[in-house]
């Protein structure tokens, strides 16, 4: 999937890298104890994607948006994979926090039967029919 042929010849394929990327800087960081500012997170994911981007077009992969003149070509297809690495998180991370409620659903209580109280004197008798065809049979009727 991440070969520098489809690196270079998708913007979107890119991005992927890039979040990919970015997320594990943030959270090497996160675990130092030190949070990002979210401007800081775009500078990451801008400076990565430039870079790869460069990368891959002086290397003959690709990474050419359209027929903009070198740098530009590469430049422009930095910039939307970053922005599509960004963003594509932060829609999808929207959808999750979006798909979380705080309701909790309760099943109504029943009221508690009541039961009469309990004879141990009384005995209980269970007749079984001596085979099925004296079984009485229910029609539904």
């Known amino acids: ?3 520098p042929e489809a690196l270079g010849a998708s913007v979107f394929t890119l991005a992927a890298l890039v979040a990919f990327i970015v997320q594990f800087v943030k959270k090497q960081l996160e675990r130092q104890g030190r949070k990002l500012r979210w401007y800081v ?8 994607s430039e870079g790869l981007s460069a990368l891959l077009y002086y290397a003959g992969y690709g990474a050419r948006f359209g027929s903009a003149p070198p740098p530009w070509t ?14 594509g998180r932060d829609l999808l991370m929207s959808f999750a926090e ?3 409620t705080d309701v909790v659903v309760r099943p109504p209580e029943a009221a508690p039967v009541p039961t009469a109280p ?12 001596a085979s099925l065809d004296d079984a009485p049979l229910d029609t539904g009727r």
């Open 41 to 48: 997170t775009l500078l990451i994911a801008l400076g990565v």
């Open 98 to 100: 979006r798909s979380k």
């Open 74 to 87: 590469w430049l422009i297809f930095g910039l939307v994979a970053a922005a599509a690495g960004a963003g």
């Open 118 to 129: 309990i004879n141990p004197n009384t005995t209980i008798v269970i007749e079984r029919p």
């Open 1 to 3: 999937m991440f070969t």
